[in-house]
Nanobody
Framework: QVQLVESGGGLVQTGGSLRLSCVAS????????MGWFRQAPGKEREIVAA????????YHADSVKGRFTISRDNARNTVFLQMDSLKPEDTAVYYC??????????????????WGQGTQVTVSS
């Protein structure tokens, strides 16, 4: 029903930058809150950032606050994650996900039911 495709991952040195993109098709993109998640080998998946369906509100995890910025362009059915000042601990597979949440439900606790395939981000020293 909803297809999500991430791109923009790669290998960068500590302190470098990447911008991830996620393009959506299928169900109306404008209806969904969007989140970025990451999972490192042997680690639990964690939410990195999220944005409401119209982009009015955002969430950024404490570990990335001030370094990462989520944004969206509904005209292009795309959500972005700008990653600056990258650290080795940011190394992970990054996934975008879509949630259809009820009014008042937090971005963090939303039901992210649709997922992309992931894109690898590797930060070297």
């Amino acid at each position: 029903q909803v297809q999500l495709v991430e791109s923009g991952g790669g290998l960068v040195q500590t302190g470098g930058s990447l911008r991830l993109s996620c393009v959506a098709s299928g169900r109306t993109f404008n209806s969904a809150a969007m989140g970025w998640f990451r999972q490192a080998p042997g680690k639990e998946r964690e939410i990195v950032a999220a944005i409401s369906r119209l982009g009015v509100t955002t969430y950024h995890a404490d570990s990335v606050k001030g370094r990462f910025t989520i944004s969206r362009d509904n005209a292009r059915n795309t959500v972005f994650l700008q990653m600056d000042s990258l650290k080795p601990e940011d190394t992970a597979v990054y996934y975008c996900a879509a949630a259809y949440r009820r009014p008042g439900q937090s971005l963090v606790n939303a039901n992210y039911a649709y997922w992309g395939q992931g894109t690898q981000v590797t930060v070297s020293s």
